[in-house]
């Protein structure tokens, strides 16, 4: 069995989705990239970006839509609620929190693989942001 435990790095990922989509509709991979160096200078290797998504599409947190990344709108709903509770204060424990109740299973994995990510060309996402921003 793989490791499907949330990383800092999966948190950093969706953190840049949330300000890059300011939590409506959907963006393109390079604004969600350079969301991630402009807030905190965080340069994700590709590596790091697939093994992101792929979690988070697996968990139902993120949706991939016309080739933008968007959050699940359920996910979004708990998310806003807890920010409303907790106050707005940039905390990071608060995604991870979310993102723990949320499941992965080798099953929604392999959906994830098969399905959203299969079509979508994360590859070729990269790559044009590393030419233009690298």
């Given at each position: 069995?793989k490791?499907?435990?949330?990383q800092e ?17 959907g963006?393109?991979?390079?604004e969600v ?6 807030a905190?200078g965080t ?6 970006v ?12 993120v ?10 709108p359920?996910?979004?709903?708990q998310?806003?609620?807890?920010t ?19 499941t992965?299973?080798e099953?929604?994995i392999?959906?994830?693989k098969?399905?959203?990510l ?14 233009q921003?690298?």
């Amino acid at each position: 069995m793989k490791n499907y435990n949330w990383q800092e790095t999966d948190i950093q990922f969706l953190e840049a989705i949330l300000l890059a989509t300011g939590g409506e509709g959907g963006a393109p991979l390079q604004e969600v990239l350079l969301m991630a160096d402009a807030a905190d200078g965080t340069v994700f290797e590709m590596k790091e970006v697939e093994e992101a998504l792929l979690k988070l599409v697996a968990a139902k947190v993120v949706t991939i839509n016309k080739n933008k990344l968007g959050l699940n709108p359920d996910f979004l709903q708990q998310y806003e609620a807890l920010t409303i509770q907790e106050g707005l204060s940039e905390d990071d424990d608060l995604l991870m929190n979310l993102l723990q109740k949320q499941t992965i299973t080798e099953e929604t994995i392999k959906a994830a693989k098969e399905g959203e990510l299969k079509k979508y060309k994360l590859k070729n996402y990269y790559q044009q942001y590393q030419e233009q921003f690298g």
